[in-house]
């Protein structure tokens, strides 16, 4: 594990603009560099760098982040990848987290099988490749689905030949335990041993750095299963994986979307009519992770199926593990082709162009559910529509709440089942809320110590974070210094925050719990957000008694946050935080969303100044939210009239300031 204090060091070191400037050809635009954008084809330069913040954001796709992200995005680096790469251009060094002898020897062992699984690979593919040479009657059939010798070579096609033990020729030990592990080998009840592919057409399986993982094979004459793939190992897992993602990945970025199709035949045979940016699942239905991969390639996705009851059904099931990952930025469309017709086949008969057209035309995936959901039921009575509502509830209810795309599907669909927009939200809520108490009864029953748990962070992997907040010094003398905020109030540590808040990181990489539902963000909360992600060195100068207000103030658990990944990372510019937020939290959702404005805004001549004033703010919510409580409770005794005379001196002094 690299330590996160190294990363911090190397992202000041490093110039986002230099790093990105190798792969992009940028042009001065005011404060910032422009380009066109590596990630999506476009013709005017919507790719923005800023030298000051440190960080790229497009303005066309949303695709943004620090040196270390343009990298791994970019290239296909891992995060391990990516740093040591950046570090040895700067002269680091990149040091190694302390870890215990049993992590050092796990992680040796895990490259260890790795090489060696790839190695193999690799001497099979070599044999694949010799083979098909030799092969007549494999070459022929390629010719026969119109492939050219460029295209196979491209592809890295292959062919398994007729031999059981083919492979034995490639291993010297072909009854080494590596070769049943890597799925090239199978092994009978009997203990014999022979080839898992044969008289197959071989298909490489890379995966998105282009390491060679697995095989596809297709049977060229009669018999079954017609596709056959690699089994489940340990650098190989099916849910996870698309063919062709690596060989398309230029031409994805260029078209500006990716088309999934269903077979390996299909992406080579639109390779060789010049549709490029095709890509495959490998027998398995689209999974959440196969969405996740493209999404991070291209912001349009178009799924192809067969037009018939099993292709309709396949598209289905993929729209509903498509629902939870919808973004307003993103478009995902589904295409039916004629039931006589795979892509390869169409595109064969009508020609590239026609097929972009058609694919063109695809419909949105909003329109698919909507059309499927009214075509299942009769809308004309009343009983019929009530079901509609009953099967669409738990799609809606996975469509991500802050989305406008939500918004609008919800409308168009009270629409359908003459419903006013409010009485069918009323319903979801009304569904929502039962869900979320059941599962808190669930939880509550499954884990009932768990209030019990200290307040302080551990992870699985033994990091540990100290909290940040009993750390700072104090602001300028005055500052709320006729109140003991927080005194007698209930969940409020010495430190000014509450356990709950100092439990913010949630990973080793800080930054939030993984979200479900990103929260809504107040406009006093954005304000602050985009003072800290743009100065986090006034995180330094913030002292408990502010700390004590934050850790009151409503709606600024997402500020806390920010204040505490700014703390225990150590980052100093914007890029800095950005990668040092985990990727699946709350906020790194919320930053993602407010980097715009901190990129396109002018540098604040007094940020503090800037600060104290909405601090202003917040201390008068947090007054006027307890004299309110106080109010409620009737005001019972002396101590709350008290406190109530108290907080009126304290607002009367803010509002005359």
């Not at 168009?412 to 059941?438: D, G």
Request: aromatic fraction near 6%.
């Amino acid at each position: 594990m690299i330590p996160e204090s190294f990363v911090q060091e190397l992202l000041a070191r490093v110039d986002v603009a230099d790093v990105v400037g190798r792969y992009v050809q940028l042009k001065k635009g005011g404060a910032n560099l422009l380009g066109l954008c590596p990630f999506h084809n476009e013709k005017s330069p919507s790719f923005t760098v800023s030298p000051t913040k440190q960080f790229y954001h497009c303005f066309g796709c949303g695709a943004h982040g620090s040196a270390i992200t343009f990298l791994m995005e970019h290239t296909g680096a891992s995060f391990p990848e990516a740093v040591r790469s950046l570090a040895a251009g700067v002269g680091m060094t990149v040091p190694e987290a302390p870890r215990s002898p049993q992590s050092r020897e796990a992680s040796r062992r895990r490259k260890e099988e790795v090489s060696r699984h790839q190695l193999a690979l690799e001497s099979a593919q070599r044999f694949y490749l010799q083979s098909l040479k030799a092969s007549q009657a494999a070459i022929r059939y390629l010719k026969d689905r119109g492939l050219s010798g460029e295209v196979a070579a491209r592809f890295g096609l292959g062919w398994s030949g007729h031999d059981r033990r083919g492979l034995a020729t490639v291993f010297n030990n072909y009854e080494d335990p590596l070769l049943v592990e890597a799925g090239l080998v199978v092994e009978a009840d009997d203990g014999r041993r022979y080839d898992r592919f044969r008289e197959r057409v071989m298909f490489p399986i890379r995966n998105a750095r282009g390491h060679l993982i697995g095989f596809g094979g297709r049977v060229i004459g009669k018999g079954e299963p017609k596709y056959l793939n690699s089994p489940e190992t340990p650098i190989f897992s099916k849910g996870q994986e698309l063919y062709g993602l690596w060989e398309g990945r230029d031409a994805i970025r260029r078209e500006g979307h990716v088309l999934v199709v269903e077979g390996y035949m299909d992406v080579v045979g639109l390779a060789q009519q010049g549709v490029e940016n095709a890509v495959a699942t490998l027998g398995t239905a689209t999974t959440e992770q196969h969405i996740q991969k493209l999404l991070r390639v291209a912001d349009k996705i178009v799924f192809s199926f067969d037009g018939d009851g099993a292709g309709r059904k396949a598209a289905w099931r993929a729209l509903q593990t498509c629902l939870p990952l919808l973004r307003d930025d993103v478009s995902l469309r589904f295409l039916f082709l004629p039931s006589n017709h795979d892509p390869d086949s169409f595109v064969r008969e009508h020609g590239a162009q026609a097929f972009r057209d058609t694919v063109a035309g695809a419909p949105a995936l909003s329109r698919f559910m909507l059309d499927e959901l009214a075509q299942r039921h009769n809308l004309n009575e009343a009983e019929g529509r009530a079901a509609c509502v009953h099967e669409a509830r738990p799609l809606l209810l996975q469509l991500p709440r802050e989305t406008t795309l939500r918004v609008q599907i919800e409308r168009e669909f009270a629409q359908q089942v003459k419903l006013t927009p409010e009485e069918l939200a009323a319903h979801l809520e009304a569904s929502e809320h039962a869900a979320r108490e059941a599962e808190q009864w669930r939880n509550a029953a499954r884990v009932p110590e768990r209030h019990n748990k200290p307040s302080q962070a551990h992870y699985a992997d033994d990091t540990h974070f100290e909290p940040v907040f009993d750390h700072f010094p104090t602001e300028p003398p005055g500052f709320m210094d006729d109140m003991d905020v927080g005194a007698n109030t209930p969940g409020v540590s010495a430190s000014g925050l509450s356990a709950s808040a100092s439990r913010v990181s949630g990973r080793a990489k800080a930054g939030g719990s993984p979200r479900s539902r990103t929260r809504a963000v107040t406009p006093l909360a954005k304000r602050l957000l985009r003072l800290l992600l743009a100065h986090p060195e006034l995180v330094h100068a913030l002292g408990d008694q502010q700390l004590e207000t934050l850790a009151r103030g409503p709606h600024l658990n997402m500020v806390r946050a920010l204040i505490e990944l700014i703390g225990s990372s150590g980052a100093r510019h914007v890029g800095a935080v950005l990668q040092a937020a985990d990727p699946e939290s709350d906020l790194a959702e919320v930053l993602r969303s407010i980097s715009t404005d901190v990129l396109t805004q002018t540098d604040l001549p007094e940020p503090m100044a800037e600060w104290n004033d909405a601090m202003h703010k917040v201390e008068v919510d947090v007054i006027r939210a307890e004299q309110s409580e106080l109010i409620a409770a009737g005001l019972p005794d002396a101590v709350s009239r008290e406190r109530y005379q108290l907080l009126t001196r304290r607002l009367a002094k803010l509002s005359g300031s």
